[in-house]
């Protein structure tokens, strides 16, 4: 497997709507995508992020503390959303050392299909939830600053340079 370059905000696919997964075998993509998300180091790594315009995103939210629950997600859609939100300040490997105040539903259930095209549909809560939503929105051509008003986003973008 190998590390894949990553894209940096303000590079315009970052803003772009992604396309839907068809039949493709994306194996090797998304192992390349955890070895990615892996170094740099990540918990989520969306396709756009890579250069890949296809609506799938890869999570493993416990690495960082020893435990490994890789997950990727193919064509995936937030079937239902809290009421109860919060706002968290979230980093972005796109958008590297700058964290970003967004406010999100603090518990979700969601729907995709796996890498072996396998279907789902599971709950997710607290930084599961949040990290999911967080990787859609890389999926619906949205970065964390798109969560700020245009004065907050200059305020933050001040002295900030993209890799």
């Known amino acids: 497997m190998s590390v894949l370059p990553l894209v ?11 396309a839907p997964v068809n039949d493709e075998d994306l194996r090797r993509l998304i192992a390349d995508m955890f070895d ?13 992020q890579v250069g890949v315009m296809k609506r799938l995103f890869v999570m ?11 997950m990727a997600f193919l064509n995936p859609e937030i079937i239902t959303q809290s009421e109860t939100v919060e706002s968290l300040e979230e980093g972005c490997l796109s ?21 072996l095209g396998r279907a789902h549909e599971r709950d997710f809560d607290s930084f599961e939830a949040r990290c999911i939503q967080h990787e ?21 973008l001040q002295g900030y340079t993209s890799p």
Do not use: Q
Request: with cysteine; hydrophobic share 35%; proline share 9%.
């Open 60 to 70: 493993d939210c416990t690495w960082k503390e020893g435990t490994r629950t890789p």
């Open 95 to 115: 958008i590297p050392n700058l964290m970003v105040p967004v406010i999100r539903p603090t518990g979700i259930t969601v729907r995709w299909t796996d890498e």
């Open 8 to 18: 940096f905000y303000p590079d315009a696919r970052l803003s772009e709507v992604c």
């Open 136 to 156: 859609m929105d890389h999926l619906a051509g949205r970065v964390t600053l798109d969560h700020l008003s245009e004065t907050a986003r200059t305020e933050i």
């Open 36 to 48: 990615t998300m892996y170094a740099a180091p990540g918990r989520g790594l969306a396709g756009p």
